[in-house]
């Protein structure tokens, strides 16, 4: 089945430090990705839909400059936290299309992020 | 017009039993309604979906029933299962192709 990896699993860094997570379709091509942000027992905030080959698009009240997203190719989407302050600690998760746009949804496994 | 409302937001059932859980929206343009399973520190993996041209749908323990005059939809479990513990979410998809989640629905199923 349709696969979405998703690397770091965990990193723990210092306040000011850039980091990035990376989320791979493993067995398909997409080309649009979605980036979610998960708080401990909530649901899944939707942070922006990343494109192949153009710029992402972002959900209101989200920092475009804060949350870079590259989706340099049809299986490949990163996003850097740049400048990272404990408020972003988070769980982080992408998912892909398998199909097209509105196919289901494939999910990564998550990066959880912590900021000290 | 976006919201998809869940409930309820934790549920214990017996192991064995009927684990149900339900969700209602109000936008009519959402054509597409998955069904999530979440363990802690993992992405969510999707269990089942349904279309709003289908009433119903099963796969093997688990079936969405879909109410569409009422747009409410929901999910049963059967034979509920210590292993089915987890948090549920429901989803729609709307035109854009984003996907909209319930609030989850944490499920214990004790032995």
């Known amino acids: 089945g349709a696969v979405v990896s998703q690397h770091p699993s965990w990193v723990i860094c210092k306040s000011g430090t850039s980091v990035k997570i990376e989320c791979r379709s493993l067995?398909?091509?997409?080309?649009?990705m979605f980036w979610y942000r998960q708080f401990p027992k909530q649901s899944l905030m939707l942070m922006a839909t990343?494109?192949?080959?153009?710029?992402?698009?972002?959900e209101q009240g989200v920092e475009k400059d804060k949350f870079l997203i590259n989706h340099a190719s049809l299986t490949l989407s990163t996003l850097t936290v740049t400048s990272a302050h404990p408020e972003d600690s988070s769980f982080y998760i992408c998912?892909?299309?398998?199909?097209?746009?509105?196919?289901?949804?494939?999910f990564g496994d998550g990066t959880r992020l912590s900021i000290l | 017009q976006q919201q998809v409302k869940q409930s309820p937001q934790s549920l214990i059932v017996q192991k064995g039993g009927i684990s149900i859980i339900n969700c209602a929206y109000e936008?009519?343009?959402?054509?597409?309604f998955p069904w999530y399973q979440q363990f802690p520190g993992k992405g969510p993996a999707l269990l089942i979906a349904i279309r709003p041209d289908v009433s119903e749908k099963k796969e093997g323990r688990f079936t969405i029933s879909f109410n569409k005059s009422a747009k409410q939809f929901s999910l049963h479990i059967m034979d509920s299962q210590p292993g089915d513990s987890a948090t549920y979410f429901c989803a729609a998809l709307n035109q854009g192709g984003k996907l909209i989640f319930g609030q989850g629905t944490e499920l214990s199923v004790k032995p």
């Open positions: 990343s494109n192949e080959g153009s710029k992402a698009t972002y």
């Open positions: 936008n009519t343009a959402f054509d597409y």
């Open positions: 998912s892909a299309p398998s199909g097209g746009a509105h196919q289901p949804q494939h």
């Open positions: 067995d398909f091509q997409a080309t649009t």
